[in-house]
C-alpha cells in the first residue's frame, strides 16, 4: 500500500494527483519524472459495472470506471481545495481490464479463476484496456481516453501456470498477468504501450494533459 503524500501550503509547483492504491501506477509515474500526491477513492466499481448496460462498449467501460474515481478523489475537501492554491493541477484516475473473448476480465482474486483464466488465453493474444480521466482543478477541463494494448501471451503449460498462480501474483492484477514481474516469462510480446498494460498510459497521459493546457514536462522533478 502506498502512504499518501502530504499537501498543503508551500507544496511546490504543479500537483499531479494519482487517484489510484495501485503501486504499480506510483512506480511508472515516479520513474517517469512524476512524484504524485496520492488518493485512493473509494468506488465501488462493482456497483458501476453491474448500473452499466451490458451493451457498453469495454473502452467506455473502463473509461466510465476510470471517470468515477478522478471524480471521488478531485472531490475530496483537502484536493477540491487545491483548486484555489495557485499552482496547476491536475488529478488522474485510471482503470485497466482484459478484453479477451468478448469478455471484460478484472482481478480473478482466486486462484481457480485464475488457473482458468490462463487455460484460456494461454497460445491465445487480447486487448488489455486501460481508461483514463484527468480533472484539472485550477482551471476546470477534463479530459479521458482508453489505451489498447494486444498482449499475446504464451502456450504456457499446466504446471507453468500452477506455479504462476501459486506465486500470487496474478490473483489482484487485471488479467491475471503483469508484464513487469513473473508474468514477463508468459508474454511473448505486445502491440501498443507497455506503461499502458502496468496501469497508466504515459503517452496518452501526455496528450491528456496537453488538453486541458497543461505540459508532462511540467510535472517532471528532473
Ligand atoms: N505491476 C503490474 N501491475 C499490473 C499489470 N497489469 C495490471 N496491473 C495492476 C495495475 C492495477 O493495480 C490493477 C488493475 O486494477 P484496477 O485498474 O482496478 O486498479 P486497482 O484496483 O489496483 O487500483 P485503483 O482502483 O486505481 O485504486 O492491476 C502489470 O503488467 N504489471
Redesign the pocket.
Known amino acids: 500500500m502506498t502512504s499518501e503524500s502530504e499537501i498543503g501550503p508551500g507544496t511546490p509547483g504543479p500537483i499531479f494527483v494519482l487517484?489510484?492504491?495501485?503501486?504499480?501506477?506510483l512506480?511508472i509515474l515516479r520513474a517517469a519524472g512524476v512524484e504524485p500526491v496520492v488518493r485512493?477513492?473509494d468506488?465501488d466499481?462493482d456497483a458501476l459495472l453491474a448500473a452499466l448496460p451490458d451493451s457498453t462498449p469495454a473502452g467506455v467501460v473502463v473509461a466510465e470506471?476510470a471517470r468515477a474515481?478522478a471524480e471521488a478523489v478531485a472531490a475530496l475537501p483537502e484536493i477540491a481545495e487545491l483548486a484555489g492554491s495557485g499552482s496547476a493541477v491536475a488529478v488522474i484516475?485510471?482503470?485497466?481490464?482484459l478484453h479477451l473473448g468478448g469478455r471484460l476480465l478484472?482481478?480473478p482474486h482466486t486462484p481457480e479463476r485464475a488457473v482458468a483464466q490462463w487455460s484460456e488465453m494461454r497460445g491465445r493474444s487480447a486487448d488489455?484496456l486501460?481508461g483514463h480521466h484527468l480533472i484539472r482543478l485550477d482551471r476546470p477541463a477534463t479530459a479521458g481516453g482508453t489505451s489498447s494494448t494486444t498482449i499475446h501471451f504464451a502456450a504456457a503449460d499446466d504446471h507453468v501456470i500452477e506455479r504462476y498462480v501459486a506465486s500470487g501474483e496474478p490473483l489482484?492484477?487485471?488479467?491475471a498477468?503483469?508484464?513487469?514481474?513473473l508474468?514477463g516469462w508468459l508474454v511473448e510480446r505486445i502491440e501498443g504501450d507497455p506503461s499502458s498494460?502496468?496501469?497508466i498510459g504515459l503517452p496518452l497521459v501526455r496528450t491528456l494533459l496537453a488538453d486541458v493546457g497543461l505540459s508532462v514536462t511540467d510535472f517532471w522533478r528532473h
Do not use: H, N, Y
Not at 93 to 97: E, F, P, Q, V
Not at 177 to 181: E, R, S
Open positions: 487517484g489510484s492504491a495501485s503501486p504499480a501506477r512506480r485512493v477513492s468506488v466499481e470506471l474515481k484516475g485510471c482503470d485497466s481490464m478484472g482481478k488489455l486501460t489482484q492484477v487485471a488479467g498477468f503483469t508484464l513487469d514481474g508474468g498494460v502496468i496501469g
